[in-house]
């Protein structure tokens, strides 16, 4: 797909998202800014947060006004000549591991930011979420390569204030550590909830109606509760849910 020209705005429904990369000139000559208003800020390569993806993500934001950068000195660059922070950045794997030391302390001088670091290397996203040096903001942690219903989940939880920090991150982190005690399975209630509807044999779209959830929201708790089982798909985790009953 050929991505738009700098500073072309893609029209996605209720908002505007904006793909933009500035030179001196054409930044300086900018008024207003087309993304001063972005509350969630995408920031990586091309190759990583393409058009139509962040596309997609800006369609499931709605309200929510976002806009895509494709390096940290292009967001950088923003937020010295503008004064303005977003919410919510969200950066790859490529952009956070460039930053140098300066880049990091302007990073965690940015009041009430929230992170997101989409990781392409799961031992990549198990390292930084040991970096104690994030612990002061609210950083969410999460796989680049998932379903697209599963990221529009995730982006769309952090993107309304929640956090998110991938099962696969926390369980290889805590490899070294005793196994849990026989019977305690480590889910969430709600996953507890989910899976036993699964169990009875319910779609999704029941599962959702009956829980006061959304289809995707359900699909993300089926599927962080089946990386925790180990179970390859629906059928599996369902199993093993009542494996888990009896």
């Known amino acids: 797909m050929t991505s738009p020209p700098p500073s072309a705005a893609w029209p996605t429904g209720k908002m505007t998202m904006n793909l933009v990369s500035y030179?001196?000139?054409?930044f300086a000559s900018a008024s207003p800014l087309p993304i001063s208003a972005a509350e969630v800020m995408f920031v990586g390569n091309q190759c990583n947060f393409s058009g139509s993806l962040i596309a997609a993500t800006s369609q499931e934001l709605g309200q929510i006004t976002s806009a895509v950068l494709h390096?940290?000195?292009e967001f950088q660059k923003f937020v010295t000549q503008t004064g303005l922070v977003p919410t919510l950045v969200i950066l790859d794997e490529p952009t956070i591991?460039?930053?140098s030391e300066s880049d990091r302390g302007f990073l965690l001088g940015l009041d009430g930011l929230s992170l997101g670091i989409a990781f392409s290397s799961l031992v990549y996203g198990?390292?930084?979420?040991?970096n104690n040096n994030f612990k002061a903001n609210t950083v969410s942690i999460f796989p680049?390569?998932?379903r697209l219903d599963i990221w529009l989940s995730i982006i769309k939880l952090i993107a309304h204030g929640g956090s998110y920090v991938s099962p696969e991150v926390s369980a290889h982190r805590e490899v070294a550590a005793p196994p849990a005690p026989s019977g305690e399975s480590g889910l969430t209630q709600r996953q507890l909830d989910v899976l036993q509807l699964v169990a009875d044999g319910q779609s999704n779209k029941r599962i959702a109606a009956k829980l006061g959830l959304s289809i995707h929201t359900v699909k993300l708790h089926l599927h962080n509760a089946s990386l925790r089982l180990g179970a390859r798909n629906r059928?599996?985790?369902?199993?093993?849910y009542r494996s888990l009953k009896s």
């Open 126 to 130: 198990a390292d930084f979420y040991s």
């Open 23 to 26: 030179d001196d000139e054409s």
């Open 235 to 240: 059928t599996e985790a369902a199993m093993r």
């Open 144 to 146: 680049l390569n998932v």
């Open 71 to 73: 390096s940290f000195a």
């Open 97 to 99: 591991r460039n930053l």
